[in-house]
């Protein structure tokens, strides 16, 4: 995302999913990402966030995130 906003980026489109398997060795769950987005102020209608996960759990997590923090008018 940083790589992406130094090259003039915009707007993002983040279908997540919340066990990241594989790469959970990169970060853990998708959640952390929900919270560095938060953390850093990217919680604007720039950053629209999709959820895919299975993981019921995960999910209410991430949702109740993005209910509480984001902008209201995404």
Same mark, same amino acid.
């Given at each position: ?9 915009? /707007? ?6 919340? $066990? ?8 853990? $769950? ?12 990217? /919680? /604007? ?9 299975? /993981? ?19």
């Amino acid at each position: 995302i940083e790589n992406a906003e130094i090259d003039g980026i915009t /707007n993002f489109v983040l279908d997540l999913d919340h $066990d990241l398997g594989d790469y959970s060795y990169d970060g853990g $769950d998708a959640i952390k990402l929900v919270l560095w987005l938060i953390e850093t102020g990217r /919680n /604007n209608d720039n950053y629209k966030i999709y959820l895919h996960t299975a /993981n019921p759990v995960g999910r209410e997590n991430m949702q109740s995130l993005i209910d509480r923090y984001w902008n209201k008018d995404i």
